[in-house]
């Protein structure tokens, strides 16, 4: 037995003697690994970035919803304010003709 056999040229010279439409399916499935790799260890970037934060910057953000609407399961949009639903319906509130 000859110990010259190599493993990456026999993958090499499969992919080499191929067709065409399997070498340019090879070729996007190794661009879509490789894409979502580096998606995978951006994201596990951002959250250690993330989590490093000082503990006042991370509360910054959290807090209690004070205002917001809330559609019941008729269909009416009511207005949530301070942890209760009121009954006021959208209709009723004073809005501009446009919202930017």
């Known amino acids: 037995m000859d110990g010259s ?26 661009a879509v690994t490789v894409l979502g790799i580096a998606s995978l ?3 596990v970037l951002r959250e ?3 989590s490093r934060r000082p503990a006042e910057q991370r509360r910054a953000f959290e807090g209690e919803l004070l205002y917001g609407l809330y559609r019941d399961p008729q269909g ?12 006021v ?9 446009k919202v930017h």
Not at 12 to 24: E, G, P, R, V, W
């Open 5 to 30: 056999y190599s493993v990456i040229a026999d993958v090499l010279n499969k992919f080499h003697t191929s067709s065409d439409a399997i070498q340019a399916l090879w070729l996007i499935a190794m």
């Open 41 to 43: 260890v951006t994201q």
């Open 48 to 50: 250690a970035l993330r």
């Open 76 to 87: 009416q949009v009511l207005l949530y304010r301070h942890g209760e639903r009121d009954g």
């Open 89 to 97: 319906s959208l209709s009723e509130l004073p809005l501009p003709d």
